[in-house]
């Protein structure tokens, strides 16, 4: 069955993931809040919310998970060559705010959003606890794409990416992979599989061994990074495995 979740209890357990449905795909919990507290508590436990416009707050625990692990980050030729170019600044939590709400817009083939406004809100707060974390890709002094996401422990968990502009969204997510690597982060969840996720090296990991590395890397002392960078050195980074 479906736990209900009391949003007048931010700190209450949520319900051991095993208990998610199997259709849809890891459906867990519906309701309570979007506050600080039950985000960390969810992303702790491999849980994530994830709901459309008009319906209540859905809590997800798919199986399996999407991971990628930094320095497995695949580089086609054509990205490797517009690495070398270098057309666009990269950087690191200086636009959060821009790049949630690039998150945010419609695509181009639907109107629709999943990212409402009491999620932006949430991840909004997140980043000013600093817990989430965003990759800007300038061209000029226009945002043309990125991605954000919360760290924890040596574990990023990506939320969402966008692009205005060709491959964007691909560099923001090499440039993650650089700085997570030198840093000694060990996985990011991708949260359900997508080809475009795929052609990247992202790769499928079962829910009960994503929840054995989830739980070891989270309680990792965090590494003595910087976020807030106004540039990141994009290398054509060559993977060491």
């Known amino acids: 069955m479906i736990t209900f979740l009391d949003p007048d209890q931010p700190t209450e357990p949520f319900p051991p993931v095993d208990q998610?449905?199997?259709?849809?795909?890891?459906?867990?919990?519906i309701g309570g809040d979007l506050s600080v507290p039950r985000l960390l508590n969810a992303y702790r436990n491999g849980i994530f919310p994830w709901f459309n416009p008009g319906e209540p707050i859905l809590w997800w625990s798919p199986d399996p998970r999407a991971v990628l692990i930094p320095r497995r980050v695949h580089l086609s030729r054509s990205l490797r060559k517009l690495i070398r170019k270098q057309p666009?600044?990269?950087?690191?939590?200086?636009?959060?705010?821009?790049v949630?709400?690039?998150?945010?817009?419609?695509?181009?083939?639907?109107?629709?959003t999943w990212l409402v406004d009491a999620m932006i809100a949430a991840y909004q707060e997140l980043h000013r606890a600093g817990w989430a974390h965003s990759v800007e890709v300038w061209q000029g002094e226009t945002l043309v794409g990125g991605l954000y996401g919360v760290a924890l422990g040596r574990m990023f968990f990506g939320e969402s990416m966008f692009s205005r502009a060709s491959n964007a969204s691909k560099l923001a997510l090499v440039a993650l992979c650089q700085v997570l690597d030198a840093w000694g982060y060990g996985l990011i969840d991708c949260q359900v599989a997508s080809e475009h996720l795929s052609r990247m090296g992202a790769m499928q990991m079962p829910r009960p061994q994503f929840l054995q590395v989830l739980k070891h890397l989270c309680t990792q002392p965090a590494p003595q990074q910087q976020w807030k960078q106004e540039q990141i050195p994009l290398l054509e980074w060559l993977p060491s495995v």
């Open 88 to 98: 666009f600044r990269i950087s690191l939590d200086q636009d959060f705010s821009g």
């Open 20 to 29: 998610a449905e199997t259709e849809p795909n890891g459906l867990l919990a």
């Open 100 to 112: 949630i709400l690039g998150c945010a817009a419609p695509r181009r083939d639907t109107r629709d």
